[in-house]
């Protein structure tokens, strides 16, 4: 019942990775894909009404870590509440930029909006990548599961670490590099034209800059955490994890060169996928490793609800994933297709 | 966190949930979701009476003024009788019940009594502990706590010290503020919901400029009704089972919660302000043209559902 909450949990942090992922690249390359006003609404248009939808996801995870696990995050928010903050402030900002920035037809006004858009979407990616950062290597809980961090201390990554050190800083500049690549891929999808052509060159370098940034955290990763191969090698979910990644890093080749968008974007989606299902399973049962003493970290099944709690939520939980997924399917069919440059296809925005 | 109910404590002294349907059905929240959704749809209703309102004294968009006027007039009317009664009551008594203390201390009730009165106005003397000034009309608390004149309703003395919400002015100020404000409202919409059907409200000009200038007004009774509730609430964060001195987080410091506490009054000073921009804006432009051509019948028939723009 744990893992299969575990698994639950982790699944709806990676949805929300990569459904709001996209949006984070696509408004990252914002100022380098798109170079008039016309093909920046256009980008914001691809992403269209969809983000705030994308967000639930990441509501939904928050929702299910209070109902299953409460004190992971009792823990966590305590400790990450500054980083959190953060996120939330970019959040807000990103949003904001979006519904506000179409409403004055002026360019001043929406330079600076789209200023505002690129600034929080390269600083969520950033932290968004800290966080899962620090999440693999874990924070220094004491014996009662509580920790605070400042931003940085020696930058190393053991005893009383901060929110950045070397492992998570890579990891973020993974995160900045894989969350352009893919939102490349979608805009490459999604828009025509000339947002089309150079979304798709972007998408290509970025793709190739991913794989030594990937090879370079895999191996810090051992040296950072080198008690969880160990386990990991034994987790058949890992290996799994492993094949979606380098069938989908296969498809994605494949897509690019037969120019198969489609193809390229699902590849690019279950890349990511597979790369969190491994780190996910890699890491399981310990949801946040201490730093400090390894009896102090969190384990899924020390730290999760009472058993009627856990029943409640395996009730309710299908019945509101099978309401979003039906809402998935409505709002992809009713925004299928590729978004021009000259007629709005996506409302007002 | 008012009410709790349907939970087990455990153990190691967390709370579980122990009956689902017992939390999902609790009278408490459903009394409180529906005082709050009726005070969500009075607020919508002021503001586009005070739009229609605008419109009228500017002697633009006649059609769509008119309608604005008199749905947001019907459905005001409506909504603020709802938030007082039977929501705001019956809201009322659930804190009789439940929270006596809370009650004392929005009334400034020191001394407990029979025939307990609702000072109309008055000032709470927490260390002299009386209100002092007080006009009250006799029997009227006993009356809306407990449904009967002569019923007795208790006093802050009853009650330890510490057992008192922390902050007994603000209490008492926010709901009495709340109470006078939905008064206003009601006898506002009253008003101009029968000058409306006497066909007059579009040429009564003070009446439109009153309806004009309170829009802001709902904002201040919704956020003033809050306070009360969780001012009222103090000194616990569950109610009676969990003090707010308990349940602060060890690892923050001031200076954490403080800059994020500037951060935010920032950022949403900054977002009201554009917001009430773009907004001023779009009502400044009116209506659009597709709106005009519409036929007023079947927007009329449409009433209590008015139409909407969608500002941001």
Known sequence: MIAIWYAIVSFMLIAYVILDGRNFGAGMLHCFVARTPEERRQVIAAMGPLWSWHEVWLVGFGGALVAVFPRLMASAFSGYYLALILILWCLILRGFSIEVGGHINDRLWQGFWDFVFVFSNCLLAILFGAAAGNVARGAPLDAEGNFSMPFFTDFGVHGYVGLLDWYTVSVAVFAVALLAAHGATYLALKTEGPVHDRSARYAKYLWVAVVPLFALISVESFFVRSDVPGRAVHNPVCWIGLLVTLISAAMLISGFSTRREMRAFLASNFLIVGLLATGGAAIFPVMLHSTLAPENSLSAYAIAANHTALVVASIWWPIAFALAIAYFIFISRRYVGKVSVKRDTQGFY | ?312
């Open chain 2, 1 to 312: 966190m008012q009410h709790p109910i349907g939970y087990r404590i455990e153990a190691d002294g967390s709370l579980g949930i122990d009956s689902l349907s017992a939390y999902l059905l609790n009278p408490w929240a459903l009394i409180q979701f529906a005082h709050n959704q009726s005070a969500a749809l009075v607020t919508g209703s002021f503001v586009v009476t005070a739009v229609g309102a605008l419109y009228t004294l500017r002697g633009l968009h006649r059609t769509q003024a008119a309608l604005y006027l008199r749905a947001g007039t019907l459905v005001g009317l409506l909504a603020s009788l709802i938030v007082a009664f039977p929501s705001g009551d019956q809201q009322a008594k659930m804190v009789a019940r439940h929270q006596p203390i809370t009650l004392a201390a929005m009334e400034g009730k020191f001394v407990g009594g029979t025939n307990a009165g609702v000072a109309a106005i008055g000032q709470p003397n927490v260390t002299a502990r009386r209100l002092d000034n007080s006009i009250e009309v006799p029997g009227a608390l006993s009356f809306l706590a407990n449904g009967t004149f002569q019923s007795y309703v208790h006093g802050l003395d009853e009650y330890p010290a510490d057992a008192w919400p922390d902050n007994i002015e603000l209490l008492y100020y926010s709901f009495h503020l709340m109470i006078t404000l939905g008064s206003i409202f009601i006898l506002l919409m009253a008003y101009a919901k029968f000058q409306d059907w006497r066909g007059r409200l579009q040429s009564t000009g003070w009446l439109l400029w009153v309806l004009m200038l309170s829009f802001p007004l709902p904002y201040i009774a919704n956020t003033v009704g809050w306070m009360t509730a969780e001012l009222g609430r103090q000194p616990w964060l569950a109610y009676g089972l969990f003090r707010t001195r308990d349940g602060y987080s060890k690892v923050l410091s001031n200076g954490d919660t403080i800059f994020t506490l500037i951060g935010f009054t920032g950022l949403y000073f900054v977002l009201g302000v554009l917001f009430l921009y773009l907004v001023g804006r779009q009502i400044g432009r009116g209506p659009s043209e597709d709106a005009a051509v519409l036929d007023i019948e079947k927007e009329q028939a449409l009433i209590g559902v008015p139409r909407q723009e969608h500002f941001v």
